[in-house]
Structures are given as structure tokens and as C-alpha cells.
């Protein structure tokens, strides 16, 4: 039996997704931050397609789940915000995924 399977219910690894990455704003970010070293706030507003309004509160979230790292720091008088993802960040993705095939293993084995 894989670690995530559940006899009788086919659907349990669902419970296992983490919802703090699933959300699709945070994945799309995670997703970005996953193929860069680092990435400024600039960047993952432009890459994402999302507002400030919407990227600041989720890439807060992420931080406060020790998935992403945020530094503030002036370049040339520039204020520049560069967010890495957190080691703890890439397991969590890696896990996610182990889950998310889980889940679709079984649905497609229904």
C-alpha cells in the first residue's frame, strides 16, 4: 500500500494536499520561485499577471508558512524586495506533488 493510501476510501489522500500551496495563486507563484535562485517582487508581479494587492497578502502567507524567505533591501536608493524559496519551501512542493499524484493515480484508477 503506498504511504498516502487509505483502504476503502479513495479520495483520503486529498486530505493530505496541502492547502496553503494548492490555492493556484500561491502554486503559480511557488511554481515561479521553484526555477529561479531568487526572484524580485517586480518580476513575480509580472510573470504571475497578478496585482500587488493580490501578490503581497499571498506572498505573506507563504512566509508565514516558512515557504518563501522575503529581503528588503535598498539598491541605489531603490527600495528592492527579493523573495527566495525556503528549503522547507522546496520539500513542501515536493511533498505537494508526491500527494497531487496520488490523488490522481487513484481517481484515474476508479
Known amino acids: 500500500m503506498a504511504p498516502n493510501e487509505t483502504d476503502g476510501e479513495p479520495l483520503q489522500p486529498i486530505e493530505n494536499i ?14 515561479y520561485l521553484s526555477i529561479v535562485e531568487s526572484a524580485d517582487f517586480t ?8 496585482t500587488r494587492g493580490n501578490l503581497s497578502p499571498n506572498l ?4 508565514e508558512a516558512g515557504y ?9 536608493r531603490v527600495p528592492r ?7 522547507e519551501g522546496r520539500k ?11 490523488v490522481l493515480n487513484k481517481l484515474l484508477n476508479n
Open 81 to 87: 524586495t527579493l523573495i527566495r524559496l525556503t528549503d
Open 92 to 102: 513542501a512542493i515536493q511533498i505537494y506533488r508526491e500527494n497531487m499524484q496520488v
Open 68 to 76: 518563501v524567505s522575503i529581503t528588503k533591501e535598498f539598491v541605489d
Open 18 to 31: 496541502d492547502a496553503t500551496i494548492h490555492a493556484p495563486t500561491r502554486l503559480k507563484i511557488l511554481a
Open 43 to 50: 518580476f513575480l508581479l509580472n510573470q504571475t499577471g497578478l
Open 60 to 63: 505573506r502567507k507563504l512566509e
